[in-house]
């Protein structure tokens, strides 16, 4: 740890999560240096250290340590070794970790976070814990009816490793990895919940947020807020997420993820220890962004208190396809489309169907407006032509 006033954060991790920190952090003040495997990453053109290795390259992994003062993480998936490097040194005191290594060694296994969702009384769907070599006889005992949806206990990000298996011939796909089955839901709507949590404890909420998916690729494509929900439901939703968050007594963002059951039950599906892609649309729709409280929160500044810049903001994820191709760029940059609306592309060198390329925000008076921001930028996308923007 540096004794001087510029203070360092390390960020595990170089997709867009750590390239929207990494502004964040410059325009507190704060230096950030960057471990990732792809050198092209997003946050390698503006993070001040950019260390090119696997994650758990112990080498690389020291190096971040000594360019820190506190290490952050930008994504679940961190090799055990890697985190364990990072606790030894944080007994040492030569870094700190927010959140803590614990916390998320304990959150990236959705097995284990399930389990602690349970013993800590939040609500959550029933489950039963499969090891890798259960069979569909292990699964029809389980007391978990079908249709029901298996989730891998690591791994799984953007709807990948889950897999809803709807009759018993579905069962002979099931998946030969630890995970665990729950019952598969029709009529659910998905809610987020972002929230800061600083190292004194306390905490700034975003307003519950709607999700809505894109089939094909099981993930996110948009997000709305308000959520046009009964504001009963969104304040139950609110208190559940505040609820576990406080359990949880993490530092930083954190996303919770809920479903709302087709009788009105309100459950948590799972939480995210870092920002989210739930909370994009707080950097066009709000004063003050997810991306900036969590540098806030991490490196012990006061958060902020966001406030709503328009009535509603709608986000949509760019997964990519051939009508986007006019907006590559080998760099991450931001764009005006118009009528309120603003892209955010990432600068990712390797397109692929249904990979996240960039986003777009568009705030307006009403969500029916916002939404015709988005369909309007879209046709702009579509047009062909080049895109012309800030780099970010």
Not at 81 to 99: H, M, Y
Not at 125 to 140: E, R, S
Not at 153 to 175: A, F, N, T
Not at 277 to 301: I, K, P, W, Y
């Amino acid at each position: 740890m540096t004794s001087g006033k510029t203070q360092r954060l390390g960020i595990i991790g170089g997709g867009q999560l750590g390239l929207f920190l990494c502004q964040r952090a410059a325009s507190l003040g704060v230096t950030t240096a960057v471990l990732s495997p792809e050198s092209d990453c997003p946050a390698s053109h503006v993070a001040d250290l950019m260390i090119a290795a696997p994650m758990d390259d112990g080498a690389a992994v020291e190096q971040l340590i000594e360019a820190s003062d506190v290490i952050t993480f930008e994504l679940e998936a961190v090799p055990d070794s890697t985190l364990q490097q990072i606790r030894d040194a944080q007994e040492q005191g030569r870094v700190r970790s927010n959140p803590d290594v614990d916390l998320l060694a304990l959150i990236k296994d959705k097995g284990s976070q399930k389990i602690w969702l349970q013993q800590s009384g939040l609500a959550t769907l029933p489950f039963v814990m499969l090891d890798a070599d259960a069979v569909a006889a292990t699964v029809l005992a389980s007391g978990i009816e079908l249709p029901l949806v298996q989730k891998a206990r690591r791994g799984g990000y953007d709807g990948k490793g889950v897999q809803i298996l709807r009759d018993q011939s579905d069962l002979d796909g099931l998946w030969p990895v630890p995970s665990y089955i729950e019952p598969a839901h029709t009529g659910v709507t998905e809610v987020a919940v972002v929230i800061a949590r600083d190292t004194e404890g306390r905490l700034v909420s975003y307003p519950p947020a709607l999700m809505d998916f894109n089939s094909e690729f099981n993930s996110v494509e948009t997000i709305e807020y308000p959520a046009s929900l009964p504001d009963t439901v969104l304040r139950q939703c609110a208190d559940l997420a505040l609820e576990a968050i406080t359990a949880l007594a993490g530092v930083g963002v954190f996303a919770v993820e809920l479903f709302i059951t087709e009788d009105q039950q309100i459950v948590i599906n799972e939480i995210s220890p870092r920002v989210h892609n739930s909370g994009h649309l707080t950097m066009d729709g709000f004063t003050h962004d997810q991306f900036e409280q969590h540098v806030r929160a991490v490196m012990g500044m006061p958060l902020a208190e966001p406030t709503a810049v328009a009535n509603a903001t709608v986000m949509f994820n760019l997964l990519y396809n051939d009508r986007y191709q006019n907006a590559l760029a080998p760099t991450p940059y931001a764009a005006s489309l118009g009528a309120g609306s603003v892209l955010h592309w990432y600068g990712k060198t390797t397109p692929a169907p249904g990979r996240k390329m960039g986003h777009l925000n568009a705030t307006g008076d009403t969500l029916a407006a916002a939404q015709l921001s988005i369909e309007s930028a879209l046709r702009t996308l579509a047009q062909g032509g080049p895109i012309k923007g800030e780099q970010q």
